[in-house]
């Protein structure tokens, strides 16, 4: 009987041995069957990712820029670094935001992921003013402040005056001017230079690229507001007009052109040059 026991004690502890053994084959395979599952997961994902990445449809629609004045489309797109070949999902806002606002004439930039893959790029720029030459030329911007000249600005000079004339401390008077002058106006200056008269070390000649000539002090500079109405005035306007406008009266009239008596001096000079070699010979003569 003893014998007996023995062999049944025997037979379940190998039944219990083989039960613990095939729960632990199960458990290996059930935990190699997620592996693969999530391996061959991984795999499939990896391969749409990357077949959706090298395919066109991956890639910017377009890119929508608004808000910008003086710099085209192309100017931007170079600056944040997206087109149509940059990658949609690739693109992060907040990083192109910063590639935009490191430029010194931009004020603020907002980007926006919108549907059909198309990136919206709104910007702010700040308003410049004038350009002028000190031993390098720079931008003057309306704040006051002063940006150098590179290359990629060349475009914005056909929106602003070129300044000529003026001392550090002129210039910052002359800038306060053009806080209450609209950027539309401004646009319409070609040149500024300072043109002092006998009655008033204050004077400017405004050039227009209308091609008139405007005279006043730059204390008057705001009355260049009302230049289109003080131009629907004129009785020629098809000529080259010189508009003087008084800030002491808030008027304004044509008269004669100051560089006209320059040159006729300047004429009258000549003449007289061209007379003296012939007056010199004929003392030779005598």
């Known amino acids: 009987m003893l014998k007996i026991k023995k062999k049944e004690t025997l037979s379940t502890d190998n039944y219990l041995l083989n039960k613990r053994h095939n729960a632990r084959r199960r458990n290996k395979f059930t935990t190699h069957k997620h592996r693969i599952f999530l391996l061959a997961l991984a795999l499939g994902l990896l391969i749409i990712t990357a077949v959706y990445f090298i395919s066109p449809y991956s890639n910017v629609y377009s890119v929508a820029i608004t808000g910008n004045h003086y710099f085209d489309d192309d100017f931007y797109e170079e600056l944040s670094q ?4 940059s990658k949609y999902l690739l693109t992060i806002p907040v990083l192109v935001e910063n590639r935009i606002k490191s430029d010194p004439l931009v004020e603020s930039a907002n980007v926006e992921l919108l549907d059909n893959r198309v990136v919206k790029i709104t910007v702010k720029e700040k308003e410049v003013v004038a350009y002028t030459y000190d031993s390098e030329p720079y931008l003057i911007l309306k704040d006051g402040s002063k940006v150098a000249y590179d290359e990629k600005y060349l475009s914005i000079l056909s929106y602003i005056p070129y300044l000529e004339g003026y001392s550090e401390d002129d210039l910052k008077i002359v800038i306060k001017g053009f806080e209450k002058l609209n950027a539309k106006m401004i646009d319409e200056i070609s040149e500024i230079h300072r043109y ?4 008033d070390d204050k004077m400017m000649e405004v050039i227009m690229r209308d091609g008139n000539y405007v005279y006043l002090s730059y204390y008057a500079l705001p009355l260049l507001n009302n230049y289109h109405a003080i131009v629907s005035e004129l009785n020629h306007p098809e000529k080259v007009n010189c508009i003087y406008i008084d ?28 007379e003296t070699p012939a007056s010199d010979e004929e003392a030779t003569n005598e």
């Open 82 to 85: 997206v087109s149509d070949d």
């Open 196 to 199: 002092p008269f006998s009655y």
């Open 247 to 274: 800030e002491m009266s808030n008027g304004a009239y044509t008269s004669a052109c100051p560089f006209w008596e320059d040159e006729d001096k300047a004429d009258a000079s000549e003449d007289l040059e061209d």
